[in-house]
């Protein structure tokens, strides 16, 4: 079992800058790494970012790219997402997952419980 809790959310301006952060704890070294989703009200959950734990390769969705940054320390089973020039379309809650590194949510088997992030315009 892994369990996660995320935190660093809020409600920022637009242009401004957050950073969440992932811890994990439990059986870690049952998954490769750890993603970051998103789900705003009436959509799916979309992909944002992903980060193996060995070798630091990681994943970033086209539509945050150049703006948001997943990093991990190994040491403190934590996973970060820099947020930076947020907009209001990033308004969601973000849930951290840990399991196989991919774009897709059945890929993860474990979850965290969201932490909402609004940006105003």
């Known amino acids: 079992q892994v369990h996660l809790v995320e935190s660093g959310g809020g409600l920022v301006q637009a242009g401004d800058s957050l950073r969440l952060s992932c811890a994990a704890s439990?059986?870690?070294?049952?998954?490769?790494?750890m993603g970051w989703f998103r789900q705003a009200p009436g959509k799916e959950r979309e992909f944002v970012a992903a980060?193996?734990?060995?070798?630091?390769?990681?994943l970033t969705a086209d539509s945050v790219k150049g703006r948001f940054t997943i990093s991990r320390d190994n040491a403190k089973n934590t996973v970060y997402l820099q947020m930076n020039s947020l907009k209001p379309e990033d308004t969601a809650v973000y849930y951290c997952?840990?399991?196989?590194?991919?774009?897709?949510?059945?890929?993860?088997?474990?979850w965290g419980q969201g932490t909402q992030v609004t940006v105003s315009s």
């Open positions: 997952a840990a399991g196989r590194v991919s774009s897709r949510t059945n890929e993860y088997n474990y």
């Open positions: 439990g059986r870690t070294f049952s998954s490769s790494g």
């Open positions: 980060i193996k734990w060995s070798g630091g390769w990681s």
